[in-house]
């Protein structure tokens, strides 16, 4: 991989290219006035996991963020491009509901996560600790960059439709994630300062084009849950999941930053997400997820969904970044 060279921070990203008629119809339809989105009757016939779909959903969720350069702000709720997007997104979730089990209570997912695996052949974090070499690092950052640059941002949406210890409890960590008042300390800002040690470009969506639709996914599904009420339970079970693994997570990858010498704040961005995260999992877990359940016990097989579903799309890109990297070749398009 060849490293871009870190620039001032943009508002508004560039429109990705196309990687299929969706996408391309999308992007077309975001630039060119009166030019209508993709049939959804097309929809059916995609890879519900593919590039060119999850490339498409991803650049109309964006609008819901920072849009992009030379898109106007108010075609983020533009009703031409609302029954692609619900098509989008009811194929991407079938798809998802016929591969993970349904029907799983809250205690078997989350209890899952607690203990780590012994068998780490598809771990990526363990990988990057022990074997990784600093052009893999650069890439895993690269790709998550199209989270962490918004980290916590797609969880906000669900505080409003929470309440009580809840809502309390996604308030506290959200605040903690937001730098606890502090600009230097939001962890979007922490990651930024990791690319520049890692003399990547820092602005924002800079690295859509090079991400694969396995990262897209990871970071589609939290936007999905976000943007729907119905989906409440989902997003709380997401963010448990993030939050119960990424301490040992973390762990792995600040060993991994000190081991190939990648940077005094690359190794703080995960440093601070060991002991943070450590807090974090037993606030998520008592009082966001043991608080919605106690008001909507109804919610627990969504929570349970939204975890399963988490570690499933997790899985997929880890399989993808560690077949490209041992083949010798890269995770990148």
């Not at 300062?193 to 639709?213: F, I």
């Amino acid at each position: 991989m060849t490293a871009g060279i870190a620039g001032p921070a943009r508002a508004e990203p560039a429109l990705p290219r196309g990687r299929g008629p969706l996408s391309r119809g999308v992007i077309r339809a975001l630039t060119e006035p009166g030019r209508p989105a993709p049939d959804v009757g097309d929809v059916p016939g995609a890879d519900p996991y593919g590039e060119d779909l999850q490339l498409a959903l991803y650049a109309l969720y964006e609008l819901h963020y920072r849009g992009f350069a030379g898109v106007p702000d108010d075609r983020e709720w533009d009703p031409a491009l609302m029954p692609l997007r619900r098509a989008l997104e009811e194929h991407f979730l079938a798809a998802l509901r016929g591969e993970v089990p349904a029907g799983r209570s809250g205690d078997a997912a989350l209890g899952e996560l607690l203990v780590e695996p012994t068998d780490h052949r598809g771990s990526v974090a363990h990988h990057l600790q022990h074997d990784g070499e600093l052009w893999q690092i650069k890439e895993y950052a690269a790709m998550r960059s199209l989270y962490h640059l918004k980290e916590a941002d797609p969880h906000a949406w669900v505080i409003p439709r929470l309440r009580g210890r809840a809502k309390a409890g996604m308030a506290a960590i959200e605040y903690d994630e937001f730098g606890a008042g502090r600009a230097e300390h939001v962890h979007a800002r922490l990651f930024a300062d990791l690319m520049t040690d890692l003399d990547l470009d820092t602005r924002y969506g800079h690295y859509l084009d090079a991400a694969p639709a396995c990262a897209l996914a990871v970071v589609n599904i939290m936007t999905l849950f976000g943007l729907h009420r119905a989906l409440r339970g989902a997003l709380v079970g997401h963010f448990a999941c993030l939050e119960i693994t990424s301490s040992p997570g973390s762990r792995r990858l600040a060993a991994a930053m000190r081991r190939t010498g990648a940077g005094a704040a690359a190794e703080h961005f995960y440093a601070e997400h060991v002991e943070a995260d450590a807090v974090h999992e037993q606030v998520v877990r008592r009082e966001v997820v043991g608080g919605l359940l106690a008001d909507e016990p109804a919610l627990e097989a969504d929570v349970a969904f939204g975890a399963d579903v988490t570690v499933h799309l997790e899985n997929r890109l880890s399989d993808h970044l560690l077949a490209s990297w041992r083949a010798g070749k890269s995770a990148l398009r």
